[in-house]
């Protein structure tokens, strides 16, 4: 999946050799650079403006007479250390990461049995069970967080981590099902034919042959998952109320947040924290996310 | 596919397949079991349950009784549930379509040869993979009213005399709600239009262009009719994710100013969780349902378009 990107490369570096008598260089700047350069510029300033502010002390956050606005004049870590030692922030990074390794786990295995199941085993109707898991994929959590806290609230597991970890689960596992089903097609049949005629089970196969040969699938489902778990928001603010067990973004909203006075700097620093430990599991797995996003999107 | 190819005359593998295939049921039913459970329990029953939740006046504390069609009547009489109607079809119908026009302009751009390629593509993501809420909260900063900094840049370069009202007046709202929303997804269409793109055979534009087409017709002719079945899926996605929407709006206006910013969805939550009427809030709910249908058509028969263009093998 992760390979297949480099042959398409290598052939548009072709492309731009042999056509690149069209676009000389003051074209190319007006035509592809500059467009560009807006775009990244666009979408990167958000976080810039995060970051900067994060770190500008108090006095210079709302003085644009005496200060460039731009950068820091005196930068300081005191909103950061009053997140980390004068709110409950640890508590919700703790929380977050908590929920999110155990609905990531928990899809994970369930998808790697249920994928194995639709592509492989192939029961009868397992291509309706295939369509049924790409619908759930399409129901979204706006529609089922009303029945769904009726229920957590019956269940007597409201304002717990347990309510977060097994509702998140209700988007994860169409969707990594949905991506290893594909993984899965790729590897040969002829692998699990093999095995079968020297006599191993189904579990032997999936265990000692299909997962060891879908590590990257895997990998691509988990960060997915986790990135997908970690930014999760209405669940998390419709059935978590009390403060020691909300997760980052709901923490940061609605603790952060007291009255009218905005304590812009301690919000920004909490957004960027918040933000860092997705950022960087992303910035080092950057193909396979990207090949798990367009391979959802793909099949 | 598969099967065709590995059955003739291989007695062996036929006769195991046999054996298997009695067992086959069971099986997967076991495989199946765990994703099964999680997926009944905590999808489809919660499914059924909030259609009965919109006929019931169930409150928060109190298990309601059956009421008929009475909340939708009230819905029906009720001019901020229209509102947001209005509101929901405006921002998905703008939104989507900016995303789409500039995501796959974006993707044209970096489908070029460019210097540090992989880099670039990579942070242009980073909007997507950056949790919503947070980067909604770095931009209520950026639309403050009076420490907005694209105002105090406008203001500098002299094109405007005092500070926009970014979040104040109902279409400023509506405007910026909608051009945060953009943001976001621009990069989610962008790389995966990108990946469409890179399975478009050079040859082609190459032939084309000794044809005579010029760089406008090869994008009209061949990249756009080569990348179409993934455009109708890739925007499904999008609308169905822009329609549903509430944590953008949650953070930067709660539905406010005049409710000229409340969707469905924010709408729901709000009588729903704070106003303690889940009956109605289910009722709001199930009302998104029959868009999302349309657009669970539409991706439908993208996909089922897209079999036919790849020569029909639909395995």
């Known amino acids: ?299 | 596919m598969t099967e065709a190819a590995l059955s003739p005359s291989d007695v062996p593998a036929a006769r195991t397949r046999a054996s298997i295939t009695q067992s086959k049921g069971f099986l997967g039913l076991m495989f199946m079991l765990p994703a099964a459970i999680f997926l009944l329990v905590f999808l489809t029953y919660p499914l059924g349950l909030g259609v009965w939740l919109g006929f019931t006046d169930t409150r928060i504390g109190r298990d309601g009784v059956f009421v008929g069609l009475e909340n939708y009547q009230s819905l029906w009489d009720d001019s901020i549930f229209w509102l947001s109607v209005f509101n929901t079809l405006l921002y998905t119908v703008v939104a989507s379509l900016l995303k789409f026009a500039l995501g796959l302009w974006l993707a044209l751009l970096l489908n070029e040869h460019l210097p540090f390629k992989a880099f670039i593509r990579a942070i242009v993501l980073l909007p997507w993979v950056v949790p919503t809420v947070l980067s909604a909260i770095a931009f209520w900063w950026i639309y403050d009213t009076q420490f907005s900094i694209i105002s105090w840049a406008l203001m500098n370069m002299g094109v405007i005399d005092s500070p926009i009202n970014f979040l104040g007046s109902p279409n400023n709202a509506r405007a910026t709600v909608i051009f945060t929303n953009v943001w976001r997804g621009i990069p989610f269409v962008a790389i995966t239009l990108l990946a469409g793109l890179q399975t478009i055979s050079p040859s082609l534009h190459e032939a084309a262009t000794l044809d005579g087409a010029t760089s406008w017709q090869r994008f009209r002719f061949i990249t756009l009719p080569m990348l179409s079945p993934l455009i109708a899926v890739v925007m499904t996605f999008s609308v169905l994710f822009t329609f549903t929407d509430f944590q953008l709006i949650y953070v930067l206006t709660r539905g406010g100013p005049l409710n000229a910013t409340h969707l469905m969805a924010t709408l729901s939550f709000q009588r729903a969780i704070p106003g303690g009427q889940l009956g109605e809030g289910a009722a709001i709910a199930v009302a998104m349902v029959p868009f999302l249908l349309s657009a669970i058509l539409f991706s439908y028969f993208g996909l089922q378009r897209r079999r036919w263009q790849q020569g029909g093998s639909d395995a």
């Open chain 1, 1 to 299: 999946m992760t390979y297949s990107a480099r042959p398409a490369d290598h052939a548009m570096d072709d492309e731009s050799v042999g056509m690149s008598y069209l676009n000389r260089a003051p074209r190319r700047l007006v035509t592809v650079y500059l467009p560009l350069a807006v775009f990244v510029f666009v979408l990167l300033f958000p976080f810039y403006w995060m970051t900067i502010t994060a770190l500008k002390p108090n006095d210079e956050l709302t003085n644009f007479r005496d200060f460039n606005p731009l950068w820091p004049e005196n930068p300081t870590l005191q909103h950061i250390r009053y997140l980390l030692f004068e709110t409950s922030y640890p508590g919700w990074l703790l929380n977050t990461m908590l929920v999110s390794l155990g609905s990531t786990i928990l899809s994970l295995i369930a998808s790697v049995l249920g994928a194995y199941a639709i592509e492989r085993i192939r029961f009868s109707g397992s291509r309706w069970i295939g369509l049924g898991i790409f619908l759930a994929y399409l129901v979204p959590p706006s529609i089922l967080f009303i029945p769904l806290a009726v229920m957590i609230f019956k269940f007597g597991i409201y304002d717990s981590k347990l309510a977060l970890i097994f509702t998140y689960p209700t988007f994860l596992i169409p969707f990594c099902t949905w991506l290893l089903m594909g993984y899965f097609r790729s590897i040969p049949y002829e692998l699990e034919e093999c095995a079968l005629v020297d006599g191993a089970s189904r579990w032997q196969i999936l265990t000692k042959i299909m997962l060891p040969l879908s590590v990257p699938g895997l990998i691509s489902a988990g960060i997915f998952a986790f990135t997908l778990s970690w930014n999760e928001f209405i669940y998390a603010l419709t059935f978590i109320q009390s403060s020691e067990n909300k997760t980052v973004p709901v923490g940061v909203l609605t603790e952060l947040v007291r009255g009218d006075v905005y304590e812009w700097g301690a919000l920004m620093a909490g957004a960027l924290l918040g933000s860092l430990p997705v950022v960087l599991l992303y910035s080092f797995f950057v193909d396979y996310y990207v090949s798990s996003m367009t391979g959802a999107v793909k099949e």
